[in-house]
């Protein structure tokens, strides 16, 4: 690679994880903003999705400055496991999954919802669109790379 062009590299790889990471960014910023500004209390599986998501918004940026493919190959696990989590959530939120299975035991309830916008979005729902836009956006840009 020539140095005078490192970082200057602003391929359809790039942007798409470029993407990924302003979304994995913004999903930070707003469980942050959640927790810490309007005092919404986490549940333990909402605290797994940040387990998941954080660490996209720190792991992605490294992989932009010079572009390195690889970074996919660290990324897209977590985000599908942070999109299974918050999938599980959801449908334990529907009363889809029984109570038994509940992880919950202490705090606040897995099952319960303590916050929605606009009445209908539930913190769940937003990390599902979160790590689903990532998931894609990684998988798009494997799959621009492999050409």
């Not at 993407?19 to 309007?38: D, H, K, P, R, S």
């Not at 705090?107 to 998931?135: K, N, R």
Request: include cysteine; proline fraction near 8%; charge should be positive.
């Amino acid at each position: 690679m020539n140095p005078a062009t490192l970082g200057t590299d602003f391929s359809a790889e790039w942007k798409l994880v470029y993407a990924a990471w302003v979304i994995a960014a913004g999903a930070t910023l707003g469980a942050i903003f959640f927790g810490e500004v309007m005092h919404v209390p986490p549940c333990l599986l909402c605290w797994y999705q940040r387990i998941c998501m954080f660490p996209l918004a720190l792991l992605l940026p490294l992989g932009l400055a010079p572009y390195d493919p690889r970074i996919i190959r660290y990324a897209l696990p977590l985000a599908t496991i942070g999109l299974g989590i918050a999938v599980f959530h959801q449908l334990l939120i529907a009363g889809w999954v029984p109570r038994e299975f509940e992880p919950c035991t202490r705090g606040v309830p897995c099952s319960q919802t303590v916050f929605t916008l606009y009445d209908v979005l539930t913190i769940p729902w937003l990390s599902i669109t979160a790590f689903s836009a990532i998931v894609v956006l990684l998988l798009l840009a494997r799959a621009r790379g492999a050409r």
